[in-house]
């Protein structure tokens, strides 16, 4: 009785009536009840045994072991299968040639404590998937991290990479960016190396001794261009079996050269070995060497040759049926495919979602039923380039623009702060679901624990909002987890939650993520296991329950216009660069500080970058922020006096609007070159892989100095902007016809 | 005639009349067609032939034979000696005993190509001079930099060095500081290693292969307190044969607890057996290990004990002397003792300083003969800590004080940018010194080299200022050459010059600072050494032929300005960071952002720094401006026309005036807690060690929360400048009347 007279004195939900909203907060605290650690820890246990990669036999056994599971807490499960182009290693050379004979061991040795290191079986070799086939022989060039903006200094330093073997670092940009940018300049083979200076020695013991990657361990890794994700045979179009396919000769995705990754313990001969310009500072990593540039004595001879097999994925879907709006779905998923072992990426987080899964079931059988369905599901074939769950939103696109209320994404958890990203749409909604969450290392609420580090961490305006207790913001979403296509592709609002920052060392892709490691260096205790299962659980629910969907558009017209004042302060800072660089020319300040014994030639002259016309992204931002406010007023309006409202059958036709909010961000036509990116808020960059490009269409283009594409882009943005404010102003008619009884 | 033409042609030299200025640029040409590279080179060759440290037979016939040169050179010359207190170590021992054995070898190999790196009978061992005697063990601790900063660090991390050994690595603060601070916080030693990071492999390739100190080089030096400079039993006397010394026990110059330098080869079997907490990302140095602080498994004994002699300093001083202001000084020195052999470190100024003496007296036969007395210094014992030069200020302070318009330092020289700190008073007469000088590697003169650097480096204001092409700044001095005693002690204005800023790598302070060194990877050409012979010789040149000394206030006037608004800013940084931690520890913002598994506690709470009393400094200031400006204007009068009243016997008055401006500076209680150190505008830090502090009393006392004493330094400040107000403004009477014709 007591539990029941808190639910009732505490806020109304947004999109709740106050009845919805005590029966919900009753539900979500007896479904946050349930999760144990112990059952997420022997969930990793079981997924993470045996090696299981796309097209391995652990992977299909995985997949139908959680579809059984699944059916045993009463959701309706099934595999949905398709058919992607998955290469696997059949030669792998890198061995120096001059000035010394040195042959990569290109192999991750057991370790005696660690029980699942000697499954060589059934182990993927080190390897990068969709490396370019090629036998190559080359001078070594050292290019640090492999971004543009290295190749740049090296311009500068006078060092062309023009049929080298280029070694960069692990770090800096995503992985694919440095095979791709290295042959854009001429390169023959790219080696990428992981430097203990990032993830071994340098801040952790080295395993078994600590967590962090020892001489041997290497990093796999998908090196798939950035042109569209998914099978790389079927852009646009799902794998299916009988699906139609391009050549392979003809698909962008496979590197032009090849690239192998090694451990330091293989990269040091080779590094070593290197003449020519010692590395500018910030380019040395952590071994005992003194980094050289090259191209100098040293002499690389690599081959890598695949087998380019199409393989089977096993995606697992599950369904628990809604209500009274079944035909509204809320979409959860993690992939469960690994690159070997995989306990960290990615069983921590589809443990974490099996045991949430788990007591959902529970619930339904205490009573609980979803108002709309949920759908939960485990991807396969995300590693090489979210394959799993590019293909079911290629294969489904249509009803899930139609359906789809949110998709909710995790990977890899581990101990420390709630990590949130996503549409800012869902910004207010998973800060509400974030105040829910016991932190379990602090105790407070996940919420105020990340709060109280943003005032600690965050300058300036941050601080003084996070001091005042709002929602913390959330990032955008680029790249890097099964999200990619519900945003960029279908238009569904989404998310990416998990826990971290704490803890030392990786293993990332290499043998050694598995359930030992995990179990003894990350989250030992799988408390932040269950704290996902109990954050992913609540926003599923609440978001599956609530009568009105809780969005909230204030926050995206916000961050909208801050993103316009970055896109103007970013042209400024390119006009202000611009002019100084130039003026600097002009007065010999680069060759009045020349070294002559290590030559650098001044930077090329710059165009003046013009002005740009940002009237309609700023006209549209300000809209956005006025319909926004009025839909705002419209929810309050109708949620007032228990807001009894709601909960009659006219709140359909609202949410039938609602869900067309995100769709107007999309444009069929995609981001200039990549038009299977569609929409137009959120992006990966196209030159960092990873990391997000918001209004992406006008910042690349700022970026690149493609100015006739920035001004085109700001007037097609500015109308999608428009076009937004029109649904909301639907939305909120509707809204305040509902509430007048209308 | 065409030269004479030249001449006639250039702007008037300030303090000059208009025949004078003509007549000096002559000379100064003729001067600067003298000196010859390959005479500093074999100056280099002799001075550094064998190790000449403080007391060793060829200390004392380098200074003999340098008495000959000037001699040879029309020079009066003669040594003057002085008894200091020198150590030598007795016995040294660094020992692992736990968990394992391990004896540091404390040795620098011989280098088969390096021909003096053989000398071991006359080589000083590796040793910190002025190391406290102590036969210590206890558990080792590596405290980063062993700075206050780091100790702060060490107190969140709840890591106590109470009993232990510490060991520090080099950088990040003058050494002398780090067994300072480890001994205040209960350390029982202290070693300091050179990290490879920082000057070996990490930076360039090790020694001989390349510049870079190699793994078993390690960097001697001295660790004396900063109490005061000059030999540790006579403070602010000079230590002639018979002057009274207090007693050893009583100085406070030598360390608490034992120190002992080590090379990286001796410090990584150490390092790599503390075991305990893993050092913060910033401590981590490029060893191939994982750096922890302990206190652990690692147990260090160590011992240290000295030869406390008494040993003989020869100062060589050389005199030109002055016509019509004899009893005027211009006063020009580089010290001749090292370490080792000291190629480097200073033999590469004192070269270069020999080879300017040979050019002046090479005019001087052609007919030149200096307005002022020259005097030109050889000082012995700076590598132990000013010794010669302090004990030659403290023994003729009373006549310098009187005499002396000028002391102009050099130390180590190289390849790259003229550098030039000092006295602001001589601000702008050493721009005007830099525009006249080649640099060897672009032929721009070497203040537009110096100032196109500057507009690449600098920001806002400063490259604002650097473009429309005005003064250099300057820096201010602290410590780390023979200019101390003279600035901080006699008020003699003080400069300090070098070229340096190219080349990588370092053998600073080991027995590989040498010839071969040198010659291979610095001024490998001596070029730049001639430039430093042609740069100071100019300056001492100008500064002694002037009429009217070319000091110029305003310079000055502008700099106090600029401290004092940087104290404000200080202390208003102070108020908001004391705010600012305040309200986090209230929020709870520490205890929420602990790792359970790395604990660090909250940092203190602050007092609240009070509002100070600046206006003194502020009126003080802008008065100085106003007179500055009058002075300055008077001084444009009197050159006008020619400015043949600046010819006159009246201009002497003047001059006398003018050599007491700095001297308003001084305070004889000296700065709080350091009375030897009587100038209240520059200052080293008392934590800091080389680095100055400007307005220390006032500085210091904010940064130490000492909140009486800033008050009362800013009133006792403000005074003194309006003391150099009224010198000033008897300077401009004078100076009008004079022009007047009074």
Redo the contacts between chains.
């Keep these: 009785m007591l539990m029941a007279q808190q639910s009732a004195a505490a806020p109304q939900l947004e999109g709740y009536s106050r009845a919805a909203s005590d029966a919900e907060r009753g539900w979500e605290e007896k479904f946050r009840a349930v999760p144990e650690p112990d059952r997420v820890k022997e969930n990793m246990r079981r997924l993470s045994a045996r090696p299981h990669h796309v097209g391995s036999p652990y992977d299909k056994d995985n997949a139908e072991w959680m579809v059984q599971q699944f059916k045993s807490w009463g959701w309706d499960a099934e595999i949905e299968n398709f058919y992607v182009l998955f290469p696997t290693p059949k030669d792998r050379l890198v061995e120096l040639v001059e000035p010394t004979k040195f042959t990569a061991g290109l192999k991750e040795p057991v370790v005696a404590e660690d029980p699942t290191s000697n499954q060589a079986d059934e182990q993927l070799p080190t390897y990068n998937a969709y490396s370019g086939d090629g036998d190559v022989t080359g001078r070594l060039v050292y290019v640090n991290y492999g971004t543009r903006e290295d190749y740049e200094e090296l311009d500068r330093l006078g060092i062309s990479v023009k049929g080298a073997v280029v070694i960069a670092r692990y770090g800096g940009a995503w992985r694919g960016i440095k095979p791709k940018v290295a042959a854009e300049h001429g390169a023959v083979g790219c080696l990428i190396y992981s430097d203990?200076g990032n993830d071994g020695?340098?801040?952790?013991?080295?395993f078994p001794k600590?967590a962090?990657r020892p001489k041997d361990g290497v990093q796999r890794g998908s090196v798939n261009d950035t042109a569209f994700p998914g099978d790389p045979l079927t852009p646009g179009v799902g794998a299916t079996k009988d699906a139609k396919r391009i050549d392979i000769k003809d698909t962008p995705i496979i590197t032009k050269i090849p690239v192998i990754p090694i451990s330091y313990a293989d990269a040091t001969p080779l590094l070593a070995q290197i003449t020519g310009r010692?590395a500018p500072?910030k380019w040395?990593g952590?071994?005992?060497?003194?980094y050289h540039i090259g191209p100098g004595a040293a002499k690389v001879h690599m081959r890598m040759f695949s087998n380019w097999d199409i393989k089977p994925l096993y995606n697992v879907v599950a369904k628990l049926h809604g209500t009274d709006a079944a035909g509204e779905w809320v979409i959860r998923g993690n992939h469960h495919d690994a690159w070997v072992n995989g306990a960290d990426d990615p069983i921590s987080g589809i443990s974490a979602e099996l045991e949430e899964a788990r007591a959902l079931g529970e619930i339904s059988k205490q009573g609980w039923k979803p108002r709309r369905t949920i759908v939960y599901c485990a991807w396969d074939g995300e590693e090489p380039g979210t394959l799993g769950s590019t293909e079911f939103v290629e294969t489904h696109v249509k009803e899930l623009k139609e359906h789809a209320v949110m998709y909710l994404n995790s990977d890899s958890n581990g101990?420390?702060y709630l990590w949130m990203e996503g549409s800012h749409g869902l910004e207010h909604f998973i800060n509400g679901v974030a105040k829910e969450i016991a932190d379990p290392?602090?105790g407070?609420k996940a919420y105020?624990?990340t709060r109280?580090?943003t005032?600690?961490e965050a300058k300036g305006s941050e601080r003084a909002e996070a001091?005042a207790g709002g929602d913390l913001h959330i990032g955008a979403l680029g790249d890097g987890s099964d999200y990619v296509a519900f945003q960029d592709y279908a238009g569904v609002p989404s998310l990416d939650l998990g826990f971290g920052g704490?803890?030392?060392g990786s293993e990332y892709h290499s043998i050694y993520d598995d359930f030992y490691w995990y179990s003894h260096f990350s989250d030992t205790k799988f408390v932040y296991g269950k704290a996902l299962a109990q954050t992913a659980g609540t926003a599923v629910m609440r978001m599956a329950d609530a009568e009105l969907l809780p969005y909230n558009f204030r926050n995206t017209a916000e961050t909208i216009a801050t993103y316009v004042t970055e896109l103007k302060d970013l042209l400024k800072t390119e006009q202000d660069e611009a002019e100084e660089l130039n003026k600097?020319i002009d007065?010999?300040?680069?060759?009045?500080?020349?070294?002559?014994?290590?030559p650098i030639a001044a930077p090329e002259r710059k165009a003046m970058p013009p002005f740009v016309n940002f009237a309609p992204l700023e006209n549209g931002a300000r809209d956005l922020k006025e319909s926004a406010a009025a839909y705002e007023a419209a929810v309050e309006a109708a949620q007032a006096n228990g807001g009894a409202v709601l909960d009659t059958p006219g709140v359909a036709a609202i949410n039938a609007v609602l869900i067309r909010t995100e769709k107007a961000y999309l444009s069929e036509a995609g981001l200039p070159d990549r038009p299977w990116f569609k929409h137009q808020l959120y992006a990966p960059g196209a030159y960092t892989g990873y990391g997000v490009k918001t209004l992406p269409a006008v910042r690349e283009s700022i970026e690149q100095y493609k100015w006739a594409n920035a001004e085109k882009a700001a007037v097609e943005i500015g109308k999608l902007l428009e076009d937004e404010v029109a649904v909301l102003k639907e939305a909120t008619e509707k809204l305040k016809g509902l509430a007048a009884g209308k």
Tied chains: 1, 2.
């Design positions: 203990p020695y340098g801040v952790a013991e080295s600590g962090g010692i500072a040395r952590q071994l005992p060497i003194t101990r420390g290392e602090t407070l105020e624990r109280l580090a005032i600690l001091r704490e803890g030392r600097q007065e010999g300040v680069f060759a009045a500080t020349v070294d002559p014994e290590e």
